[in-house]
Nanobody, 127 residues
Framework: QVELVESGGGLVQPGGSLRLSCAVS????????IGWFRQAPGKEREGVSY????????YYTDSVKGRFTISRDNAKKMVYLQMNSLKPEDTGAYYC????????????????????WGQGIQVTVSS
C-alpha cells in the first residue's frame, strides 16, 4: 500500500513559480514511478510529468517542457514538481500518482496505469 499527499499549491501570478511536493509513504515506495496529473475546470485530467523509479528517467507533456522539472528524493520519500513561468492555462487541480510500472514513451499519460492517487491540490495562475 502506498499513500501520497500533495502540498505546495496556491495562487500565483502569471510568470511566477511554485514547487509542488508529493510525500510518498509505504515500505516499497522507492519502487514506484510517480506521475503528476492536472485537471482544469470542465476538462479531462491530463498527464503533466512522470519520473521512473529505476533510473529516474523523466517525461513531460509538450505544453510544460522547458518550464516544469520533476525530481525525486527517495531518502526523503518525496517527489517534486518545480513549475516556472506559470501561465493561466496551468491552472487546475494537481495530483500525484504512483505506479509499479516504469512506462516508456507516452504510456505514462494514461491515468488507468496508476495504482494509487493523492487527494489533489489546487494551483491557480491569475493576476
Amino acid at each position: 500500500q502506498v499513500e501520497l499527499v500533495e502540498s505546495g499549491g496556491g495562487l500565483v501570478q502569471p510568470g511566477g513559480s511554485l514547487r509542488l511536493s508529493c510525500a510518498v509513504s509505504g515500505d516499497t515506495s522507492d519502487y514506484y514511478a510517480i506521475g503528476w496529473f492536472r485537471q482544469a475546470p470542465g476538462k479531462e485530467r491530463e498527464g503533466v510529468s512522470y519520473i521512473t523509479s529505476a533510473d529516474r528517467t523523466t517525461y513531460y507533456t509538450d505544453s510544460v517542457k522547458g518550464r516544469f522539472t520533476i525530481s525525486r528524493d527517495n531518502a526523503k520519500k518525496m517527489v517534486y514538481l518545480q513549475m516556472n513561468s506559470l501561465k493561466p492555462e496551468d491552472t487546475g487541480a494537481y495530483y500525484c500518482a504512483a505506479t509499479i510500472v516504469d512506462f516508456e514513451f507516452d504510456q505514462w499519460k494514461d491515468e488507468n496505469g496508476y495504482d494509487f492517487w493523492g487527494q489533489g491540490i489546487q494551483v491557480t495562475v491569475s493576476s
